[in-house]
């Protein structure tokens, strides 16, 4: 059974960092897109940073130059570092994997950004 377990989501000040992580189970390969998506209260899900087995990144033009995907292969795991954070950064950040041809998601984990 595929699992996407993430961790790190909580509540930061603006202007201050987070990490998230998305540790994957059950599934293995070569050729994959892994990465982040979010959704705030009344808003689409959307792209927030994906990476690929071949190492190649983009991100969403809100998170631009503030987030940082990476990955870790021998880990199976996605990190996600989040600074100058604001507050229409709250959302649930759900991990996201697609391979061959099947989509995964975690349960996601919330990120309020509040003072």
């Known amino acids: 059974q595929v699992q996407l377990a993430e961790s790190g989501g909580g509540l930061v000040q603006p202007g201050g960092s987070l990490g998230l992580s998305c540790a994957a189970s059950g599934i293995d390969g070569r050729v994959y897109i892994m990465g982040w998506y979010r959704q705030a209260p009344g808003k689409q899900r959307e792209l927030v940073a994906i990476t690929t087995s071949l190492g190649s990144v983009k991100y969403g033009d809100s998170v631009t130059g503030r987030f940082t995907i990476s990955r870790d292969t021998a880990k199976n795991t996605v990190y996600l570092q989040m600074t100058s954070l604001l507050p229409e950064d709250t959302a649930v950040y759900y991990c996201?994997?697609?391979?061959?041809?099947?989509?995964?998601w975690g349960q996601g984990t919330q990120v309020t950004v509040s003072s």
């Open positions: 996201h994997r697609s391979q061959d041809g099947k989509q995964y």
